[in-house]
Structures are given as C-alpha cells and as structure tokens.
C-alpha cells in the first residue's frame, strides 16, 4: 500500500528564515501531492498541491516541487511569519482518490 | 456552499455508550472519507465512500466502528460500545473525483470517552 514517509517531524526556525519540510511516497501511480496546514483546533486546509506532470509550483511565499524518479516531493517557505506556525501535512493518492496522509511536521516560527 | 459540515462538534460519553458521528459532504463531490486524528497516529483513514458506497474500510479500526452512507448528502460513523482509546478528533472530508483529489475536511468532532 501507500506509505507516506515526512519529515522532519518538528522545525523551528527564526522569522525571515526558509522552512522546508520533505515527503517520500511508495506507489509510483500517484500523480498528485497536496499539502495541508493545520492551525491548533482547526481543521487540515489545502495552501498549495502538484500534479506529477510538473515539478514545481509556486504561490507567493510557497513553493512545492517534486521528484517523481525519486518519488520524493517537499514544501518550501520563504520569509516565514509567525503565522506560518502550524502542523504541515503532506499527502499522496493511493488508487486515485484515496489520500494517504504523512505523520505532519510541527512547524514554529520564533519572532 | 456551507462546505463540509458535520455534527456534533464536541462529544463526551461515558465508556460503553453508543456515539454517532455526522458528516454533511459540499454538494455534488462524490467522495466522502473519515479521518481519525490522535497525537499518537496522526491522522488516520478509517473507511471511504465514493457515490455512497463503501470503497475502503481497512482502516476502520475493529467491528465497533461502522459507517453508512445512506444518500449522497449525509454519513455517519458509529462506535458501539464506545471505550476511552477511542478518544480522537474524527474528520470527515469530501472531494470531488473530476476535479482532482483535493479533499475539504470538516471542522472535526471531539470525542472524549470517559
């Protein structure tokens, strides 16, 4: 089945600074990696996905690229604000729509 | 569309009793999954649905857990008996398969068994 490797599994970094965070899937069928963040006591949100016919994509101070060779795919974050400071999820496919979740990196960002 | 919603949003019972979790998906996605979400494991897949019928239940964790979909718009997920280990977060989501597997999760229901 579809294991879902993350890491590191805690990050702290001082604001300003990058943050980046890394998965490793198993199933070489999957064609689609989202990330989730999820603030304290709310729910997991989508801030950015990839789709296996690209290898980067950028949304202002997030970026995510992937390595489908490697079956690897990470989140980038620049200039981190303290309201960057959440758990990070990053998730893969498993038969197209089931989506396998990774263990969350606790992300905090020190002003 | 209100989005995922699903009630009630805090439960507490005593260790033994029936729970029933629900889960209203947005309108017109056709899947709809439940997540347990615990310190310990994170957030979990317990079963799917796609056009209401159950496609994966591996992860439910053993016979107390079950889950119906009766109509396109409404879920539950049941614990009977429920017991304190089943303490968690538990997440409904939805996604809509054309559009790609973007999942909107639901604000979640605290369970506390005592």
């Known amino acids: 089945g579809e294991n879902v490797e993350q890491h590191p599994s805690t990050l702290s970094v001082q604001e300003g600074d990058s943050a980046v965070i890394k998965c490793t899937y198993s199933d070489s069928a999957s064609n689609y990696f989202p990330w989730y963040k999820q603030e304290l006591g709310k729910r997991p949100q989508l801030i950015i996905d990839i789709r296996s016919n690209v290898g980067e994509k950028k949304d202002q101070r997030i970026a995510v690229t992937l390595n489908k060779t490697a079956k690897h795919f990470s989140l980038h974050i620049t200039e981190t604000q303290p309201e960057d400071s959440a758990v990070y999820f990053c998730a893969a496919p498993k038969y197209g729509n089931k989506l396998v979740f990774g263990a969350g990196t606790i992300l905090r960002v020190k002003s | 569309d209100a989005g995922v919603i699903q009630s009630p949003r805090h439960e507490v019972t005593e260790m033994g009793q029936e729970v029933t979790l629900r889960c209203k998906p947005i309108s017109g996605h056709d899947y709809l999954f439940w997540y347990r979400q615990t310190m310990m494991r994170g957030l979990e897949l317990l079963i799917y649905?796609?056009?209401?019928?159950?496609?994966?239940d591996s992860g439910m964790p053993e016979d107390r857990f079950s889950a119906k979909m009766p109509n396109a718009s409404f879920s539950t997920l049941k614990i009977q008996p429920s017991e304190p280990r089943d303490s968690a977060v538990y997440f409904c989501?939805?996604?809509?398969?054309?559009?790609?597997?973007?999942?909107?999760f639901g604000q979640g229901t605290r369970l506390t068994v005592v």
């Open positions: 649905f796609n056009n209401n019928v159950p496609i994966d």
């Open positions: 989501a939805s996604s809509f398969s054309r559009g790609g597997t973007e999942a909107f």
